[in-house]
């Protein structure tokens, strides 16, 4: 406390001057405090708001897609009882009339072509010539930019805005040569008629090849096994490029964009986004996606398994089926912890052991084997 010096009494107006510009400052302070508390709220409110109008745009997607699916099914149903639509492994497509179906089969390497009619088998035999001709034509890029069910979804492909694959690039892989099918036997069932033409076995390497470049730039950016990204593809989509499912999932390794699609999004661009056919028909783009996708299982969902060979076989069922019911088929709980903590007591063989007996779908462990096959296949054959 200060005392004036000539009569030494104490000085009240530097006090009465320090209690007022402290409740100056704790005002402003406590202002300032609400106001930031006011900000913090309204940033929350925004975020949410932009989570749930995400969340909209993504239910809204498969809506319209679902939609899209099953109106053009309906409309296919008016004149085929078993009404065919593109999946995982098979491109059909049917003429503007509904009277001609032709089916590229990438699992079996077939192309079959059938008509609903009453022509005799020349006339067959020369139409499924003509459609393995412009089969020979067609890019993918093509074929989806004509894809019906796109289309009625309205997410038709802009060429513009998309690269393009190189136009002599087929949907085949390899020429198919159709000169001469006379030799072929037409198949007949009421007023069907069909003709299955067998494809080179040299295109299914050829297909490899194709995708083989992406494959080994994505993995090596991130951390993965070429030959697990190519056994991937192979078991999702037997290299099928415009593959697509019922979930809706889309292109060479079976994105999911509204799952699988979010984390990925997410990760690369720091917030999720929809990723659309569009995007997931680029072999490159599509790539890309699924090694992200298997980068993140192995070094988020399942980053606390010690053993890599363990983690891989987590990540690989969980690739299918997803992180959640991998965990329960370790702990019959979803907690990744836990299922972690199981993984790491016991040897990579007794954790492929455990999920094949504990996964839930069959699906799955036939997924993990096969997988885990084509993986040792192709570090063999590609001589990586």
């Not at 200060?2 to 009240?12: A, E, I, Q, T």
Request: charged share 25%.
């Amino acid at each position: 406390m200060l005392k004036n010096r000539r009569s030494g009494k104490m000085l009240k107006k530097p006090t009465i001057y320090l209690a007022i510009f402290s409740l100056s400052v704790f005002s402003t302070v406590a202002q300032d405090d609400a106001e930031f508390e006011q900000y913090l709220k309204e940033q929350q409110t925004e975020f949410q708001e932009f989570q749930d109008k995400r969340e909209q745009e993504f239910q809204a997607f498969v809506e319209r897609w679902r939609e899209a699916e099953q109106a053009y099914r309906k409309e296919v149903a008016e004149k085929w009882d078993d009404a065919k639509l593109p999946d995982k492994k098979r491109w059909v497509e049917y003429s503007d009339d509904k009277s001609r179906r032709t089916i590229v089969d990438y699992e079996n390497n077939t192309i079959t072509v059938e008509v609903l009619d009453d022509s005799d088998d020349a006339d067959v035999l020369n139409t499924a010539k003509a459609e393995v001709k412009r089969l020979n034509e067609t890019s993918a890029q093509e074929a989806v930019e004509s894809d019906p069910v796109l289309i009625n979804a309205g997410m038709s492909v802009n060429s513009r805005s998309q690269k393009q694959p190189q136009r002599s690039e087929s949907l085949l892989g390899r020429k198919v040569e159709a000169q001469d099918l006379s030799q072929q036997k037409v198949q007949r069932s009421g007023r069907r008629a069909s003709v299955t033409i067998k494809m080179p076995d040299a295109a299914v390497s050829d297909r490899v090849k194709r995708v083989l470049p992406a494959a080994e730039t994505y993995a090596r950016q991130w951390g993965l096994p070429t030959e697990l990204v190519i056994a991937v593809i192979h078991t999702e989509s037997s290299f099928n490029p415009l593959a697509r499912s019922h979930i809706p999932a889309f292109g060479l390794m079976q994105i999911v964009p509204t799952s699988a699609g979010k984390d990925i999004t997410g990760f690369l661009h720091g917030q999720q986004r929809l990723l659309t056919p569009e995007y997931l028909f680029d072999p490159n783009r599509n790539i890309q996606a699924g090694s992200v996708y298997f980068h993140l299982l192995i070094n988020r969902y399942f980053k606390d398994v010690r053993n890599t060979q363990s983690r891989f076989y987590m990540a690989i069922a969980a690739y299918n089926t997803g992180p959640g019911n991998v965990a329960r088929a370790m702990t019959n709980t979803t907690s990744l912890t836990r299922a972690s903590r199981v993984a790491n007591q016991m040897s990579p063989k007794q954790v492929y052991e455990h999920l094949m007996t504990y996964l839930p779908a069959s699906e799955t462990k036939n997924y993990l084997t096969k997988v885990t096959e084509r993986e040792a296949h192709y570090q063999k054959t590609l001589g990586l």
